[in-house]
């Protein structure tokens, strides 16, 4: 059976005055139901991009896509925003960082919910109202009789994100995106939505598709992991797989920077350097001017040619962007040591 989403060969480019931003180019993955795919880059790599397409986000007049986005079968590339609507609210929905731009300041939680629920379902206001009930209580809410007739700024940081969860799962959507859902929130209460993203696709077995800059976040949720760069994935095989012996420099560089419990207080390794400009991407490997490796490659290939997503090995599920010849005994050896 072909997996729920299927994205092939998506490019997305925003027409600007100096010319073409080119958000997204070439990209191709697959969720199945069940899994979790973690897309992760910095800011500007075209992660939020890519999922907002999925969603049919984009103002189309502003925007040129191509290529193919499957949703449950469904083409989403070239269809109208009516047909969009629907899609959404049938088939996908997303949470952000920020519970504010879902849940709205002057209306009482409970309402909210409901009003999701009555957007897609022909029922009175009583059997959305007990449905907004089961959903604040499926998401840990204590004591939802009362919280229902609360306003967002009555509820904790934590708990307004449990609620914009209610909200996103009340229509039972097979795919749920989540961009950086956790990142506004301190330590402890990232932890708790982490579990609750996990308890919540045993028991509903839906798709998630978790946007992050943070791997350390991928490490606790994702089932499989695609590293963006610049607007191509530069990494894509299992979390396993990705994290424990990542083939890319920019993936390094990325675990280099997570924060861990003994390194609390030290200094973070940061890439160096800035993501490039999307309208005018470096020559060669996007990534050049900021890897450490650029010499380890013969020739000029780095600055010239562009890598082409591979497997590194038949049997695993590693793919990686990069002309170096062995890049796992490169990051045995050197990289590894130094991430505590
Ligand atoms: Fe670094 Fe070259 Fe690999 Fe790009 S292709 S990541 S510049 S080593
Ligand atoms: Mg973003």
């Not at 609360?150 to 209610?166: D, K, L, T, V």
């Not at 909200?167 to 961009?179: E, F, R, S, T």
């Not at 600055?303 to 049997?315: G, H, S, W």
């Not at 695993?316 to 040591?337: K, M």
């Amino acid at each position: 059976q072909e997996p729920f989403l299927v994205v092939d060969d998506l490019r997305v480019e925003f027409p600007t005055a100096d010319g073409p931003v080119q958000a997204v180019q070439g990209l191709s993955y697959q969720l199945p139901m069940g899994r979790t795919l973690a897309i992760v880059g910095e800011s500007g790599s075209g992660k939020s991009v890519s999922s907002m397409a999925v969603m049919g986000l984009h103002d189309m007049r502003r925007t040129r896509m191509s290529g193919s986005i499957k949703l449950g079968g469904q083409e989403i590339v070239g269809m109208s925003s009516q047909g969009m609507r629907k899609v959404r609210g049938d088939q996908a929905s997303m949470i952000f960082q920020d519970p504010q731009s879902s849940l709205h300041p002057y209306f009482k939680i409970g309402w909210q919910i409901s009003e999701a629920y009555r957007a897609h379902h022909k029922v009175s206001k009583k059997v959305a109202r007990n449905r907004a009930l089961e959903m604040l209580d499926r998401v840990g809410i204590p004591n939802p009789q009362r919280r229902i007739d609360q306003y967002p700024y009555e509820f904790s940081g934590g708990m307004r994100q449990r609620a914009m969860i209610a909200m996103a799962l009340v229509n039972d959507p097979k795919l749920l995106i989540a961009d950086e859902p956790t990142t506004a929130l301190d330590v402890t209460v990232q932890a708790q939505i982490l579990d609750l993203l996990n308890d919540l696709q045993k028991e509903f077995g839906s798709a998630i598709m978790l946007i992050t800059h943070d791997l350390g976040v991928v490490a606790e949720v994702a089932d499989d992991v695609l590293v963006m760069y610049a607007g191509r994935a530069v990494e894509y095989g299992t979390a396993q797989e990705v994290l424990a012996s990542p083939s890319h420099p920019y993936t390094w560089g990325l675990l280099e920077s997570i924060p861990s419990v003994s390194t609390e207080h030290e200094m973070l390794r940061p890439i160096r350097g800035n993501p490039p400009s999307l309208v005018n991407l470096p020559s060669g490997c996007s990534f050049h001017p900021r890897c450490p490796y650029v010499d380890r490659v013969s020739g000029d290939q780095c600055r010239t040619e562009l890598p082409e997503l591979v497997r590194r090995d038949q049997l695993g599920t590693d793919a990686s962007r990069c002309h170096l010849a062995d890049p796992r005994a490169i990051f045995t050896a050197e990289v590894e040591p130094g991430l505590a």
